[in-house]
Nanobody, 126 residues
Framework: QVQLVESGGGLVQAGGSLRLSCTAS????????MGWFRQPPAKEREFVAA????????YYSDFVKGRFTLSRDNAKNTAYLQLNSLRPDDTAVYYC???????????????????WGQGTQVTVSS
């Protein structure tokens, strides 16, 4: 089992920034990657970004490229999602998740992830 705890959400004005953190504990030795998804109000959960744990290779959805940056600190088992130039349509609950599959074929899909955090709310006001 892997436990994930997210933090860093909050209320920010458009154009502002936030940094989300996700710390993993438990059986983390099998972690291939860590990803972030978000679920806007009344919408489906969608992929935001992912990072492979060993190589630090990153994947981003088109709507966050150039605005969000994902990094990780292996020693702390923590991934950081820096959110810049926030817009009202970034408002959502943000979830981190652990990807244990070999290879990245499922890395942009929720089905590829085995463990999920509880989510952290990000609200961007106009």
């Amino acid at each position: 089992q892997v436990q994930l705890v997210e933090s860093g959400g909050g209320l920010v004005q458009a154009g502002g920034s936030l940094r989300l953190s996700c710390t993993a504990s438990g059986r983390t030795s099998s972690t291939y990657a860590m990803g972030w998804f978000r679920q806007p109000p009344a919408k489906e959960r969608e992929f935001v970004a992912a990072i492979t744990w060993r190589g630090g290779v990153t994947y981003y959805s088109d709507f966050v490229k150039g605005r969000f940056t994902l990094s990780r600190d292996n020693a702390k088992n923590t991934a950081y999602l820096q959110l810049n130039s926030l817009r009202p349509d970034d408002t959502a609950v943000y979830y981190c998740a652990v990807y244990n599959k070999y290879g990245t074929g499922w890395i942009r899909t929720a089905e590829g992830y085995d463990y999920w955090g509880q989510g952290t709310q990000v609200t961007v006001s106009s």
